[in-house]
């Protein structure tokens, strides 16, 4: 599933007005394809490369089965991710938050490729990814 979304819209804490030319395609990665508990919303079109911001992913900010794109969360991609916005409304525990952690370690290059590689899409990720 792709989601085009206003960042300014569907960001908490986003902070600032961006315009309709802003907008970005990300791709949902549901919990039942990860085994994560959260649905997550991953960068395949190197927005935020371009945009100058860090990798990240968005994690939802409850844990429907269906995706929810309002309040999602930022999470960054790397050795180490941690949340990117301070106090975030959410109804996540510090275990499930610590799964997406593990999840974004775990495929943290192929996360990092999927926003930069025009040769490599959301199935090319999905089918490398590595689970719980």
């Known amino acids: 599933m792709t989601l085009k979304i206003k960042l300014h819209n569907r960001t908490q804490n986003a902070g600032k007005?961006?315009?309709?030319?802003?907008?970005?395609?990300?791709?949902?990665?549901?919990?039942?394809r990860t085994g994560l508990p959260v649905n997550i919303y991953v960068d395949d079109s190197g927005t935020w490369k371009k945009s100058g911001y860090a990798n990240r992913i968005k994690i939802q900010c409850n844990k429907g089965d269906h995706p929810n794109t309002h309040g999602m969360?930022?999470?960054?991609?790397?050795?180490?991710?941690?949340?990117?916005?301070?106090?975030?409304?959410?109804?996540?525990?510090?275990?499930?938050?610590?799964?997406?952690?593990?999840?974004?370690?775990?495929?943290?290059?192929?996360?990092?490729?999927?926003?930069?590689?025009?040769?490599?899409?959301?199935?090319?990720?999905?089918?490398?990814?590595?689970?719980?």
């Open 17 to 32: 007005h961006i315009q309709e030319a802003d907008m970005f395609e990300m791709s949902c990665l549901r919990k039942k």
């Open 73 to 132: 969360i930022p999470m960054s991609i790397d050795d180490n991710p941690r949340i990117l916005v301070d106090n975030p409304k959410m109804e996540l525990s510090a275990s499930d938050v610590n799964a997406v952690k593990k999840f974004v370690i775990a495929n943290k290059e192929l996360l990092i490729r999927l926003g930069s590689d025009d040769n490599f899409d959301i199935v090319d990720f999905t089918g490398a990814m590595v689970l719980p």
